[in-house]
């Protein structure tokens, strides 16, 4: 009788207590809760691409140049699949850019030279809510009814393909994209409405993603509020403020902020 784990005789593999082998190619995913160590994704592959990974504790890439601001100091330890340490040497944000410009940044990312893949983390991306969509072969980020970033499910991976300042973004100029614009800047739920209609054919599939003009134009300022604030009776006893700024200016200019202020 010989162990097909450590191929010694006298036990069989369920009975080794050897670590395990893992077949090539085979990746795992891994969490634990502790601040000093964590597990990560171990990819045996070079290739620059993003994984989203829901076992990775926080994000993670093994390039200095794409971090920005940068903070370096020891951060601890964390163990791949294999259970080989790997130090976090800084921490700091990433800029990812989409094909229209926009931009989307990744915050606090783990600067760990020698890992293979670069990992965004679904748990850090819930801590700053996002909200994460895995199916159909493909991903989804987005914060309340705006889709931030997309991509593709690669083998048992959800990857998103690019360069370290550039991977695959949901806004990309698309027939969605065209059509949102043509339609005053339609909501993704009132165009799945006209498509399982028949009046947008040319469309595959509804995927907006990211648009400026949206985000910009649909903000809106919280007003004052109207209710359980007493009558005032002397002057500058409530004094309402606007202030906008920093402006871009040249050095005789003093000042780069403003005001505009009322009282009641």
């Known amino acids: 009788m010989v162990c097909w784990n450590c191929e010694k005789p006298g036990h069989i593999k369920s009975e080794c207590r050897a670590p395990r082998k893992d077949k090539e ?17 171990s990819v045996r592959s070079s290739l620059d691409d993003w994984i989203v990974d829901s076992g990775a504790s926080f994000h993670s890439c ?18 791949l699949a294999d259970n080989k340490p790997l130090k ?3 921490t700091g944000d990433v800029q990812i ?17 020698g890992l293979k893949r670069n990992l965004i983390s679904v748990g850090q991306l819930d801590n700053y809510g996002f909200h994460t969509m895995f199916g159909d072969g493909k991903w989804k980020v987005s914060r309340g009814a705006m889709t931030l970033a997309r991509g593709l499910k690669s083998g048992t991976l959800y990857t998103a393909s690019g360069s370290n300042s550039n991977i695959l973004l949901a806004g990309a100029v698309s027939q969605s994209h065209l059509w949102h614009n043509r339609l005053g800047h339609m909501s ?6 006209l498509k399982s209609r028949g009046l947008l054919p040319e ?12 985000v910009l134009g649909k903000q809106k300022r919280v ?38 202020g009322g009282c009641l």
């Open 203 to 214: 469309l595959e599939s509804v995927d907006v993603g990211l648009c400026e003009q949206c």
């Open 25 to 41: 190619g085979r990746t795992a995913n891994a969490a634990t809760e502790d601040t000093a160590d964590a597990l990560l994704l």
């Open 188 to 193: 993704e739920k009132g165009m799945t409405i």
């Open 97 to 113: 850019k989409s094909a229209n410009g926009s931009c989307w940044t990744l915050r606090d990312m783990r600067h760990i030279p």
């Open 223 to 260: 007003s004052f509020t109207t209710t359980g604030r007493a009558p005032k009776t002397e002057k500058l006893e409530l004094v309402h403020t606007d202030l906008w700024g920093p402006a871009p200016k040249d050095r005789s200019v003093s000042a780069a902020v403003f005001g505009a």
């Open 88 to 90: 976090i040497v800084g």
């Open 62 to 79: 093994s390039s200095r140049d794409i971090m920005e601001p940068y903070t370096a100091g020891d951060f601890g330890v964390v163990y």
